[in-house]
């Protein structure tokens, strides 16, 4: 979620009804360095509480070091290490998922943040259920992450080697929450209420992690609240519920500057767009027409050319 988590797009989630979120995932030797780029990754209001930042690496000391600096600058709710990220260039550096194959360094990792944490706040992690379909190991990790002292451990259920193909193996994150005293999160193909109440019915973990899915649909948030009171599936978001959400999104970017000009932030957001665009009336040519966008203007006349095509195919 690297690129998509960032804090404007959390604000709307929390909004929408999600619970607990992490920051974009931040390399522990940019903290080290103090690297501006880097520290922006961590940023948070209090209105996202309780909000984790994310760290990866493969120093336990130098992890250790990062999550104190990080801790004295934004005083996070807790700090999550992330031991699941299937890309080459973090997995290239020993970070991610890598550590999945090296259980004593995962296990230095994981013991060294605790220790120079010490009671500050919770340590938690993110791991897969392992490199590939031959080493599937995430009970053993678990295992050895609650013996370092981590409090909660978030589970995708996917290996490395699948990335996001495939389907998500909910029995091995079940065996996970079954072989582990401290919470277990679920994660992996949960994209609407029921799924989070048939993960939550079906399985031993304590809470279920929303990740991909919320890109299109933030909305599953509210969605999963609704469906978990009631039993039953919320009302459709109307496509003009959406554009509203896309245009909010558009305006928090640019007034938060973070991107740069209007301009830099319209073209840095141009996959956001298209993954929130993803299913409406005329998609295809729609998607088009994102590539391209500039500016919020340019994005007001998308909706009302895209709203506009759907009242001409409700009158036709």
Partial sequence: MAGVTDVIFRRICKDLGADVMVTEFVSAEGIMQADQRTRKYTEFSDSQRP???QLFGADGRRMGEAARKIIDWKQPDFIDI???CPVNKVVARNGGSSLLKDCPVLAE?????????????????KIRIGWDQKSVNAVTVARILEDCGIRAIAVHGRTRAQGYGGAADWEVIDAVARAVSIPVIGNGDISCGADVARRRRETAVSGVMIGRAAMQNPWVFREARHFLATGEESPEITLEERWELVLRHCRMAVESGRHGSETQTLTAMRSRLMAYCKGFPGARELRQKLCHVASVAAVEDLAAWSLGRLEMFDIG
């Fill in 82 to 84: 992330n031991f699941g």
């Fill in 51 to 53: 909000v984790g930042v």
């Fill in 109 to 125: 990792v994981a013991s060294g943040v605790v220790a120079a944490v010490g009671m500050q706040v919770p340590v938690t992690a």
